[in-house]
């Protein structure tokens, strides 16, 4: 599958950015996506991942972004959003969506090695 990144931008301490994921090639409704970021001088962290199963979707993410992040797919439009609120300086970032072609349990959404589809990575900066 090809992901398209975007929504990145320059926004101010406590505003809001929405992230889109595009799939093309294949269906995210029945894979696990997730949205992964890295900081300058940083290594490439997990923020959240939604799954498909029997249904419905579930999701799982990071301590730090809890109540701000919240991730949601759009299976007609084959899209992932990261919508993302009270943004602080420290998300500031290089935001990537990856796919995995199944169902991850929770422990191993963490993993970027999971997921062998990435997109190009969106820019977010968050001024203080």
């Known amino acids: 599958v090809q992901l398209q990144a975007s929504g990145g931008g320059l926004v101010q301490a406590g505003g809001s950015l929405r992230l889109s994921c595009a799939a093309s090639?294949?269906?995210?409704?029945?894979?696990?996506v997730a949205w992964f970021r890295q900081a300058p001088g940083k290594a490439r962290e997990f923020v959240v991942a939604?799954?498909?199963?029997?249904?419905?979707?579930?999701?799982n993410t990071m301590d730090s972004v809890k109540g701000r992040f919240t991730v949601s797919r759009d299976n007609a439009k084959n899209t992932v959003y990261l919508q993302m609120n009270s943004l602080k300086p420290e998300d500031t970032a290089v935001y990537y969506c990856?796919?995995?072609?199944?169902?991850?349990?929770?422990?191993?959404?963490?993993?970027?090695?999971?997921?062998?589809?990435w997109g190009q990575g969106t820019q977010v900066t968050v001024s203080s």
């Open positions: 990856a796919a995995a072609g199944n169902y991850l349990i929770t422990s191993m959404t963490r993993i970027s090695d999971n997921y062998p589809d």
């Open positions: 090639g294949r269906t995210v409704s029945r894979n696990t």
């Open positions: 939604i799954r498909w199963s029997g249904g419905s979707s579930s999701s």
